[in-house]
Structure formats: structure tokens, C-alpha cells
């Protein structure tokens, strides 16, 4: 019954059902990270995404303020209230009311209920009620800010401040200009080259052709790592070491192996009496290069640009060791790794922003290129 006309095979439904599962795989961390580009530091500290819509407990710290010390027959008393403490107005905006727990130190920063006292050390107590007011009492007289430990549940809270960090960051626009420096020769040169040597090893008679196939398959496996520090010696005995000719240079090396590999297995299979016409008709190697192969090898040659493009512009290894270490020359990638998370120690806010920051120009050259290669697929497919 599978055959019938109108009929969906099992086979395709199987097939739908794995795309579908592979494509929310793989959509499931990019919300996520989408989600807490938006929240702050404190919030993705404590819950995950999934639960970036409902309230989020967070523990906070004031000081209480000695000013208010008062006497009451043999202790010191401190009264006030947690929400109208300067320091927490500053953090939270005083949106909050109510707190969940509360303690007097950070080992225990909410283990005693609202309106319960907090036995502390030397004889001191803490109590804090629901609305925030407290009570801070101490048989010896009090000469420094008590801290006051307490958890309250905070609404969500999404912004672009984390955005708005990397944009406002200083040098930003240098590295974004950078990146594209980098990327664009750095995709178009090995694209040159491998188009060259593709068709030589496809479509060309001469000796060690085989072998020549054969290195190229070999240079696939040769780890990225394994390569930079030869590579970075022979760039600095040549003159051209931590410069954007010596990047460039680099990213063609690495990216030559493949580019060649899947364009030469493309042209090998363009139809044979094509070519074989045209040299019969006078034309040159250059001349079925240029007017026949070209055009109908624009699939596989879109499809690497699109790679090599994504490679070189989310690059970071390569541009630290190609590049100078100055900020001047910094990249994209390498002033958000060195700066932006560097001085915040690994705020997760800021790198899921400048995650997307960085994906931006990415998926304009994937979807333009993506409707010239889906016209190259079907160039020549209905006459």
C-alpha cells in the first residue's frame, strides 16, 4: 500500500520525524542562549532558562547602619527595613516586598523563616520580618555595618543592558571592521585556488595526479593545532608573521584540502560530453574552466564560501596566533574573549549576547547565499 499514488511511504515519515527531532535538537540551546542574552548575571546564576519566565529566588546582602544604634538597657539595637536600605534601592530598583529567609551570615544566607530571631555568635540575635523590617541586637557596642543575609523572590527580568554593554564596549567597531578584513580574503583566495586545482585533478591528464589526489585526502587529517606553531615559525622567518597577509595565508592553508576535495569530486561528476564538445570546438582548458565548469560547479562553490565564511569569522584560535596582541588588531572573537568576559570573569549574559552579536552578519551571508545556491542546483535541471 506504500506505492499507491497520494500515499505517503512509512519511509518518509520516518525520515520527517528525524529531520523534525534533529532540527528541535539543535533549536532547544539556541533559544536558550537567546533567552539569556537578555537576563542578568544573577538571575542566570541561579535558575536556568526554562525558568526565566517565573519568579527567581536570589540571596542578597545590606548592611545595617550604625547611625541608627540605639540603647536599650543592656544591648544595642538596629531597626530598620531591608527594602529601604540605600544599598538594595541601588541594586534592585526597591521592586521588592517580601522575602523568603534571611540569616546573619553568608555560610547561611536564608536558613530562619521571616519573623523567627537568628541566635548569632557572641550572644548577638537578628530578626527580620516579612515586609523586610529587622532587628539587630548586641550585648557589646556596635562599631561596624552588621551584615543582614536574605533571600527574596524576584520577578523576570529581561533587558538589553548585556547588549548594550558589548556595542557601547570600547574598540568595538575596530573589531568588527577587523573581522571582515580577515574574513573576506580569507574566504575568496582559497576558493580561487581550490577552483584551479580542482578542475586540474578532475578534468587534466599529467603524472602523479593520483598522488596529488591522494595528498589532498591526506592533508584532511591533519589536526588545525598540530600545524600553527610550524607554521607561525616559518610566517616570522618569511616577514609576514602576526599580519593579516599571514592570517589570510593561514586560513587558506587550512581551508585548501577541503575546498579542493569536494569541488574536484563535484566537477568529476558534470557530464563528460559537455567538456569533450567544447574541446572539440577549439576551446582551451581555460576557456571550459571559465564559460562551462565554473557556472555549473556554482553549487559546491557556494556551499564552501558559506563555510570558510562561518570558519574564518567565528574563528578565535587562529586569530590569536596570526594576529598581533594588540587591540588594535583584535577581532570580534578575540575582543569578547579577552575583554569583555575576560574582566567579568565568565559572564555568561554577556557571552550569550555577543553570541548572537557575532551570528548576525553570519546568517545574512548564509541566506544570501543560500538563494543563489538553491538557483544553481536547479540551473539546468528542466529544459
Same mark, same amino acid.
Not at 252 to 262: D, M, R
Not at 313 to 332: G, H, I, Q, R, Y
Given at each position: 500500500?506504500?506505492?499507491?499514488?497520494?500515499?505517503?511511504?512509512?519511509?518518509?515519515?520516518?525520515?520527517?520525524?528525524?529531520?523534525?527531532?534533529?532540527?528541535?535538537?539543535?533549536?532547544?540551546?539556541?533559544?536558550?542562549?537567546?533567552?539569556?542574552?537578555?537576563?542578568?548575571?544573577?538571575?542566570?546564576?541561579?535558575?536556568?532558562?526554562?525558568?526565566?519566565?517565573?519568579?527567581?529566588?536570589?540571596?542578597?546582602?545590606?548592611?545595617?547602619?550604625?547611625?541608627?544604634?540605639?540603647?536599650?538597657?543592656?544591648?544595642?539595637?538596629?531597626?530598620?527595613?531591608?527594602?529601604?536600605?540605600?544599598?538594595?534601592?541601588?541594586?534592585?530598583?526597591?521592586?521588592?516586598?517580601?522575602?523568603?529567609?534571611?540569616?546573619?551570615?553568608?555560610?547561611?544566607?536564608?536558613?530562619?523563616?521571616?519573623?523567627?530571631?537568628?541566635?548569632?555568635?557572641?550572644?548577638?540575635?537578628?530578626?527580620?520580618?516579612?515586609?523586610?523590617?529587622?532587628?539587630?541586637?548586641?550585648?557589646?557596642?556596635?562599631?561596624?555595618?552588621?551584615?543582614?543575609?536574605?533571600?527574596?523572590?524576584?520577578?523576570?527580568?529581561?533587558?538589553?543592558?548585556?547588549?548594550?554593554?558589548?556595542?557601547?564596549?570600547?574598540?568595538?567597531?575596530?573589531?568588527?571592521?577587523?573581522?571582515?578584513?580577515?574574513?573576506?580574503?580569507?574566504?575568496?583566495?582559497?576558493?580561487?585556488?581550490?577552483?584551479?586545482?580542482?578542475?586540474?585533478?578532475?578534468?587534466?591528464?599529467?603524472?602523479?595526479?593520483?598522488?596529488?589526489?591522494? /595528498?589532498?585526502?591526506?592533508?584532511?587529517?591533519?589536526?588545525?593545532? /598540530?600545524?600553527?606553531?610550524?607554521?607561525?615559525?616559518?610566517?616570522?622567518?618569511?616577514?609576514?608573521?602576526?599580519?593579516?597577509?599571514?592570517?589570510?595565508?593561514?586560513?587558506?592553508?587550512?581551508?585548501?584540502?577541503?575546498?579542493?576535495?569536494?569541488?574536484?569530486?563535484?566537477?568529476?561528476? /558534470?557530464?563528460?560530453?559537455?567538456?569533450?564538445?567544447?574541446?572539440?570546438?577549439?576551446?582551451?582548458?581555460?576557456?571550459?574552466?571559465?564559460?562551462?565548469?565554473?557556472?555549473?560547479?556554482?553549487?559546491?562553490?557556494?556551499?564552501?564560501?558559506?563555510?570558510?565564511? /562561518?570558519?574564518?569569522?567565528?574563528?578565535?584560535?587562529?586569530?590569536?596566533?596570526?594576529?598581533?596582541?594588540?587591540?588594535?588588531?583584535?577581532?570580534?572573537?578575540?575582543?569578547?574573549?579577552?575583554?569583555?568576559?575576560?574582566?567579568?570573569?565568565?559572564?555568561?549574559?554577556?557571552?550569550?549576547?555577543?553570541?548572537?552579536?557575532?551570528?548576525?552578519?553570519?546568517?545574512?551571508?548564509?541566506?544570501?547565499?543560500?538563494?543563489?545556491?538553491?538557483?544553481?542546483?536547479?540551473?539546468?535541471?528542466?529544459?
Amino acid at each position: 500500500m506504500d506505492n499507491i499514488a497520494g500515499t505517503k511511504s512509512s519511509l518518509s515519515i520516518v525520515t520527517n520525524l528525524s529531520v523534525g527531532f534533529l532540527v528541535l535538537l539543535w533549536l532547544i540551546p539556541t533559544i536558550g542562549l537567546l533567552v539569556s542574552s537578555f537576563r542578568d548575571r544573577d538571575q542566570i546564576t541561579e535558575s536556568g532558562w526554562w525558568r526565566s519566565f517565573s519568579a527567581v529566588e536570589q540571596t542578597f546582602r545590606i548592611r545595617a547602619d550604625t547611625e541608627d544604634v540605639r540603647r536599650e538597657g543592656d544591648l544595642y539595637v538596629i531597626e530598620g527595613n531591608i527594602f529601604a536600605a540605600d544599598e538594595f534601592t541601588e541594586i534592585e530598583g526597591n521592586q521588592l516586598d517580601t522575602i523568603a529567609g534571611f540569616g546573619g551570615t553568608s555560610r547561611d544566607p536564608q536558613g530562619t523563616e521571616p519573623g523567627e530571631t537568628a541566635e548569632l555568635s557572641r550572644d548577638r540575635t537578628l530578626t527580620v520580618q516579612e515586609n523586610g523590617d529587622y532587628r539587630y541586637s548586641s550585648p557589646e557596642e556596635i562599631d561596624r555595618e552588621p551584615s543582614i543575609y536574605f533571600a527574596a523572590q524576584t520577578p523576570p527580568d529581561f533587558s538589553l543592558e548585556n547588549y548594550e554593554t558589548i556595542m557601547n564596549s570600547d574598540n568595538m567597531d575596530r573589531a568588527f571592521i577587523n573581522t571582515l578584513t580577515v574574513t573576506i580574503p580569507a574566504t575568496i583566495i582559497p576558493i580561487l585556488i581550490a577552483a584551479f586545482a580542482a578542475y586540474a585533478l578532475a578534468w587534466m591528464d599529467f603524472k602523479g595526479r593520483g598522488l596529488l589526489i591522494a /595528498l589532498v585526502v591526506g592533508l584532511l587529517v591533519v589536526p588545525l593545532q /598540530l600545524a600553527l606553531v610550524p607554521m607561525l615559525t616559518l610566517h616570522n622567518q618569511i616577514g609576514i608573521g602576526q599580519s593579516y597577509i599571514g592570517i589570510w595565508l593561514a586560513h587558506t592553508g587550512f581551508g585548501l584540502p577541503l575546498a579542493i576535495y569536494l569541488l574536484r569530486n563535484y566537477m568529476v561528476g /558534470l557530464p563528460r560530453d559537455i567538456i569533450e564538445s567544447a574541446k572539440v570546438d577549439g576551446a582551451t582548458d581555460f576557456q571550459v574552466f571559465t564559460k562551462i565548469v565554473l557556472p555549473l560547479s556554482f553549487p559546491a562553490l557556494a556551499s564552501f564560501a558559506i563555510f570558510q565564511f /562561518l570558519w574564518t569569522w567565528n574563528d578565535l584560535l587562529v586569530a590569536k596566533v596570526f594576529l598581533p596582541s594588540n587591540s588594535e588588531s583584535w577581532v570580534m572573537t578575540v575582543k569578547i574573549a579577552d575583554d569583555l568576559l575576560g574582566s567579568r570573569g565568565g559572564d555568561w549574559g554577556i557571552l550569550a549576547a555577543a553570541a548572537f552579536i557575532s551570528i548576525a552578519v553570519p546568517l545574512i551571508v548564509f541566506f544570501t547565499m543560500q538563494r543563489y545556491l538553491v538557483r544553481g542546483l536547479l540551473a539546468g535541471s528542466v529544459k
